[in-house]
């Protein structure tokens, strides 16, 4: 140009890439995040054994109570063992020490529900007192785990406690976890963790006036065990009461000792399963008073 004008055109580069940047790579990495999570659960569930399966269930639930009364939502599949059938199947029991009963009239009158002053108010009081053991054994069900998890020593044991609420009571169950056993092989010496454990059980169960039943369980793989598995059980149940005791409760709240062996298994469809191998602790429903005035029908 004449003048010595010099004129400068700049070209912008651009593309696709200015819309989509790098968007995209966030998005497959979270796919493959998930999808190797997915392979990861779909492994872990096949490499799992049963027990550890309950266990996982167990730690996940909002409460470790069953939600139901009847037996059918318990971990015994609908099989409950009763007062009148603490010997069944061939329980040896090894000691039998009852409190001092209620007055036998009391509770004839609210078996057969037979008393004089109105039987509407008799059902009424029957199902209050019945409501409030309900709610003193969820309550010490939940400090029992409370206790446990707030104890560094216990709380790996929070998956072999099992609590529930029976038709007879509040159903405490210590069970074995592979590599994780109650007691030593063969004998009935607890493990150092058993001892704590009782202990703090023992020292929650004394604080509500119900008996206690303790029945011993063996796997169907312990029968070549030294000694019968009958008298095993009947050892271990008879320590486990000995620990409840030095955990603070009273001797006279001991209802019933006895050894179940195998006949009561945990786990039905596997026998040798390490968890039917276990302390069973029954902290029994009493029976209420019966209304003052009350008297038997002539």
């Known amino acids: 140009m004449a003048d010595g004008t010099v004129i400068i055109k700049r070209i ?31 492994w872990l569930i096949n490499t799992t054994t049963p027990e550890q399966k309950r ?9 470790s109570i069953a939600q139901t009364v009847s037996g059918s939502g318990g971990v015994l599949g609908g099989k409950v063992m009763g007062e009148d059938d603490a010997h069944a199947g061939g329980a040896q029991s090894v000691m039998q020490k009852q409190s001092p009963p209620s007055p036998p009239s009391s509770a004839r009158a609210l078996a057969s529900g037979s008393t004089q002053g109105g039987a509407g108010g008799t059902t009424q009081s029957s199902a209050n007192a019945n409501s409030a053991q309900d709610g003193d054994f ?10 446990v998890q707030d104890n560094p020593d216990l ?24 590599g994780r056993p109650m007691f030593q092989q063969g004998s009935a010496e607890p493990m150092p963790y058993t001892k704590k454990l009782m202990a703090a059980v023992g020292a929650i169960i ?16 312990d029968s070549n065990a030294t000694g019968s598995e009958w008298q095993m059980s009947s050892a ?16 006279d709240s001991i209802y019933e000792v006895a050894g179940k062996a195998g006949s009561e298994p ?33």
């Open 12 to 42: 912008k580069k651009g593309g696709h890439g200015g819309h989509h940047g790098g968007a995209w790579k966030v998005a497959y990495a979270d796919f493959v995040t998930a999808m190797m999570a997915f392979f990861l659960l779909m």
């Open 55 to 63: 266990g996982i269930a167990d730690y996940f639930a909002p409460q």
């Open 138 to 147: 969820a309550h010490a069900a939940e400090a029992i785990r409370q206790s």
């Open 155 to 178: 709380a790996n044991l929070t998956h072999q406690l099992i609590l529930e609420q029976t038709p007879q009571g509040l159903r405490i169950q210590l069970v074995d976890q592979d």
């Open 206 to 221: 004394d604080t509500l006036p119900n008996r206690v039943s303790i029945s011993g369980h063996t796997a169907g793989n």
């Open 236 to 251: 271990r149940a008879d320590a486990a009461r000995a620990l409840l005791q030095a955990g603070g409760l009273a001797s």
């Open 266 to 298: 945990l786990l039905p469809e596997d026998p040798n399963g390490s968890a039917n191998r276990r302390l069973s602790i029954l902290l029994m429903k009493e029976a209420p008073p019966a209304p003052p005035g009350n008297t038997l029908a002539n």
